[in-house]
């Protein structure tokens, strides 16, 4: 490959996502993509981390616009929920397009 590769060319690990390339970040997308909106409590549970670990990726997520974060109640029990943004959406698409491509699958 010649260094004078054009843009067009470029490598498809550019077009990832680096609030994604965290593991439980990119878990916690992949948990929630297929779904309008998911309790806490269970992402916690799939992903088998802590409630901490949970919710520091989350915010991170947050800050990045790719996952809304819902707080509300149940009865009187407080509940967090999660959903992706429809920006969130777009950019899990491309990721997973990156990731595709960058595997000889795409």
């Known amino acids: 490959m010649s260094p004078a590769t054009d843009r067009h060319d470029e490598h498809p690990r550019m077009k990832l996502s680096e609030p994604l390339a965290h593991p439980v970040r990119f878990s916690l997308v992949a948990a929630i993509a297929g779904t309008e909106e ?4 269970v992402v916690r549970d799939h ?3 802590s409630d901490s670990v949970l919710s520091r ?3 991170q997520l947050e800050a990045a ?3 809304k974060i819902r707080k509300g109640f149940v009865g009187k029990r407080p509940r967090t929920w999660f959903s992706l943004t429809r920006a969130g959406r777009g950019t899990w698409e491309r990721h997973l397009a990156a990731l595709r491509d960058i595997a000889g699958g795409g």
Do not use: D, K, M, Y
């Open 38 to 41: 998911t309790e806490f409590a």
């Open 47 to 49: 992903l088998q981390v």
């Open 57 to 59: 990726q989350a915010s």
């Open 65 to 67: 616009g790719i996952v």
